[in-house]
């Protein structure tokens, strides 16, 4: 194999298993930190909640047009009267 081809196999085989590479940098004390979360989110058992819980802290917040895209409008009259109003003479 040519070199570099075993890594690029590996690295497509976790593609194709729905995983993604990632490098990050942060401070000294904070390497523990995103370890735990890392490997929290690697264990079934606590990753719903702690993707969750990150989601709610981290996510950006929808903006207006995403509300009022989510609002339910059925049975809504949305509807104007064609009234012109009195006439006015000018």
Do not use: C, N, W, Y
Request: net charge positive; no cysteine; proline share 7%.
């Amino acid at each position: 194999m040519a070199p570099g081809a075993h890594l690029a196999a590996h690295r497509r085989r976790q593609r194709s298993r729905g995983l993604q590479r990632l490098e990050v940098q942060v401070r000294v004390e904070d390497a523990a930190l995103v370890r735990a979360i890392v490997a929290a989110l690697a264990d079934p058992a606590q990753a719903e909640a702690v993707r969750a819980s990150l989601h709610d802290r981290f996510a950006p917040r929808p903006g207006l047009k995403a509300l009022l895209e989510a609002a339910p409008l059925d049975g809504i009259d949305l509807d104007r009267p064609r009234d012109t109003g009195r006439e006015t003479v000018f």
